[in-house]
């Protein structure tokens, strides 16, 4: 999944871009909230990791924005502030989660995929659509109890259709989610998918998209 960080600290920045890579997120890193808005302009994330003291302006003012403009993605809040008023009036915000530093990047991840897990309608890590399981933490995936090796990028591309299973998703978005260049790519990556799935689970909406059969 996608996560954009704003973070102005250089080496907190890179030890959290590194943990969130290596747990499996595609992210982005800007320091400011200008770079944070306009990135956003252009470009759907899942969810946000956002710095309160930023060079620029605080973070709450983007938060405010944000939730003004109706996003519904989640967010954490990331800040130095551990004062009461200062957690409660986040939340109050639209936060939907606040970690005050230092913190382990451990439960960083943790939280950040709680608050994706129950944006997307999972009460656990263990997503169940039918025979279909996927294990959001370990990253494993099984069809009636048997597992299913997939690549990272047909783990994400699974993960967004489950994520939005029953409803069609163009082929434009994916292509810009996945990164994978071409609709060419992406088609790959389906018959990949259907090819150790079953053919069964992703259907093809001819000119439109595909999505994820709940049937």
Same mark, same amino acid.
């Given at each position: 999944?996608?996560? *954009?960080? %704003?973070? !102005? !600290?250089?080496?907190?920045? $890179?030890?959290? $871009?590194?943990g969130l890579r290596h747990a499996g997120w595609h992210m982005v890193w800007v320091r400011r909230l200008k770079e944070a808005r306009d990135f956003l302009r252009e470009e759907q994330q899942d969810s946000m990791l956002l710095d309160l003291g930023l060079p620029d302006g605080e973070g709450l003012m983007l938060l405010r924005e944000l939730r003004s403009q109706?996003?519904?993605?989640?967010? %954490? &809040?990331?800040?130095a502030q551990h004062a009461l008023d200062t957690r409660v009036s986040a939340l109050l915000e639209g936060a !939907?989660?606040?970690? %005050?530093?230092?913190?382990?990047?451990?439960?960083?991840?943790?939280?950040?995929?709680? %608050?994706?897990?129950? @944006? @997307?309608?999972f009460a656990s890590s263990?997503?169940?659509?039918?025979?279909l399981c996927i294990d959001t933490h370990s990253r494993e995936v099984q069809v009636r !109890?048997?597992? &299913?090796?997939?690549?990272? @990028?047909?783990f994400s591309l699974l993960l967004e259709l489950v994520r939005k299973a029953g409803r069609v998703i163009q082929r434009e978005y994916l &292509? #810009?989610?996945?990164?994978?260049?071409s609709f060419n $790519? *992406? #088609?790959v990556h389906i018959h990949n998918l259907r090819r150790k799935l079953g053919s069964q689970w992703v259907r093809t909406v001819r000119g439109v998209g595909y999505l994820l059969s709940t049937q």
């Open positions: 999944m996608h996560a *954009l960080l %704003v973070e !102005d !600290d250089l080496a907190l920045g $890179a030890a959290l $871009a590194q109706g996003e519904t993605m989640p967010i %954490v &809040v990331l800040s !939907d989660d606040y970690l %005050v530093k230092p913190f382990a990047i451990t439960e960083m991840l943790a939280r950040l995929q709680a %608050v994706t897990r129950r @944006s @997307s309608g263990r997503w169940q659509i039918g025979s !109890d048997t597992p &299913v090796p997939l690549s990272p @990028s047909e &292509v #810009e989610y996945l990164r994978c260049g $790519a *992406l #088609e």
